[in-house]
């Protein structure tokens, strides 16, 4: 089964960009983020169309997340737990059968944070604290699962074109490493780290100062998985190329292979 991440940047803006993707990927799910919709506006038929069950949890304007599955979605919910006050649309879970195994899919758009300091890092770490405890909930269920998303984190140096022109910032500061280093210490595998170890490899370029034609990137979109669902990893790679494609999206699809 093929799974993909994909931060795309606005669902309107970047339809005809994902249906291309789709049409020549044919991932089997895609957990999208930064959807920019609320869900009554999302455009469900047309992936429909295209042989897809469609769960949604958007919000006007910014954030906004889905999945998009050729299979059954089972037993969906909506937003992080820990925070019954907090209204923004970055989290959404199911369940999907493959021929074998059942995964419990979780995608996420985690917060920005910047600037730093001030409240949106607060956030930004307080929603990873409940993102541990979550994860903690996911391990302790000892069934294939998988946290996939925009993490907005840079875990390592590697993961930077220019890791200096970073370090102030909220994606790379070491107290967001160390909070996403404790959740992977939780026993989950990083996906793609574990089949691709060279460097220069990343999922997003900013649309400013030429970054994609200087390869001026960082890897902030991570795939997390369970050991049961590690045991099933086949593959995991970044379509880079989509890119340098008409009207693209800052980030491109990142996908894992599971044998489910």
């Known amino acids: 089964m093929k799974i993909a991440t994909f931060n795309i940047n606005g669902i309107k803006a970047r339809i005809n960009a994902l249906t291309d993707w789709l049409n020549e990927a044919q991932p089997d799910v895609a957990l999208l983020q930064e959807i920019k919709s609320v869900d009554e506006t999302f455009p469900r038929e047309h992936f429909e169309d295209l042989g897809y069950n469609v769960e ?34 970055r989290w959404i879970e199911a369940t999907v059968v493959g021929d074998q195994h059942a995964i419990r899919l979780c995608g996420l758009y985690l917060p920005n944070g910047n600037p730093r300091p001030g409240p949106k890092y607060d956030y930004k770490l307080a929603w990873m604290e409940r993102m541990y405890k979550r994860a903690q909930d996911l391990m302790a269920d000892e069934m294939p699962a998988m946290m996939a998303g925009d993490y907005n984190i840079i875990p390592q140096t590697i993961d930077a074109a220019r890791p200096e022109a970073w370090r102030e910032d909220a994606l790379f500061h070491p107290d967001s490493r160390a909070a996403y280093r404790r959740i992977l210490n939780l026993g989950f595998t990083e996906a793609f780290r574990t089949r691709n170890p060279a460097p220069e490899q990343y999922s997003f370029w900013d649309y400013q100062a030429g970054a994609w034609n200087k390869n001026d990137g960082i890897r902030i979109d991570h795939l997390l998985l369970t050991p049961q669902a590690a045991d099933l990893l086949k593959d995991c790679q970044i379509d880079k190329e989509y890119r340098g494609r008409e009207k693209p999206s800052d980030h491109v699809p990142v996908w894992v292979e599971l044998a489910l």
């Open 56 to 89: 949604t949890h958007g919000m006007k304007s910014f954030n906004g997340v889905a999945i998009l599955s050729k299979l059954p979605l089972e037993d969906v919910t909506r937003g992080l737990p820990g925070d019954d006050s907090d209204e923004q649309a």
